[in-house]
């Protein structure tokens, strides 16, 4: 009588292939990550413009009308996220800057900043820059330098 004797556990190859598929599974997940949390902080970004721009709003309302500087704007505008510069007088995250006084003016401003230009609104934006026309003495621009893109800027016109 022939009786084959059957030993229960994995062979070798199946524990390395296993191994494999579980290393790419976990490559993959780490090559993606990056990009992932890139994109989450533009989303971030872009809803701090929005909190901006709502604080300029509010203190035009309280103010007849008139636009804020970057100090005075800083007390309107709560709950901005992590991915902006600290808020100090040495290096303001939040910057208000002068009206353009030529029909176009590009703008960049530095990755963690978010400027405010009043008189203008959004025209093109480029890889080097952030391109504002001229607008009227009511509107306003707010930009911010977003990660993805290669470098692009996200503008909000009043």
Avoid: H
């Avoid at 494999?20 to 809803?47: C, E, H, W, Y």
């Avoid at 007088?89 to 900043?113: F, H, L, M, Y």
């Avoid at 820059?129 to 009511?138: A, C, D």
């Amino acid at each position: 009588m022939n009786l084959l004797r059957k030993e229960k556990g994995f062979t070798i190859i199946e524990v390395v292939l296993v191994l494999a598929i579980a290393g790419l599974i976990f490559l993959m997940v780490f090559i993606a990550l990056p990009a992932l949390q890139r994109n989450q902080r533009d989303t971030a970004r872009k809803s701090d413009v929005a909190s901006v721009a709502s604080g300029v709003v509010a203190y035009t309302g309280n103010n007849r009308g008139s636009f804020p500087t970057t100090v005075l704007l800083a007390s309107y505008v709560k709950d901005v996220s992590d991915n902006i510069l600290p808020n100090t007088v040495a290096a303001p995250s939040i910057i208000v800057q002068t009206a353009p006084t030529e029909a176009s003016t590009n703008v960049a401003p530095e990755d963690g900043n978010i400027w405010v230009t009043p008189g203008s609104e959004c025209s093109t934006s480029s890889v080097g820059g952030q391109l504002l026309s001229k607008g009227t003495t009511r509107q306003f621009t707010v930009i911010t330098k977003l990660e993805s893109g290669g470098g692009a800027y996200f503008c909000q016109n009043s």
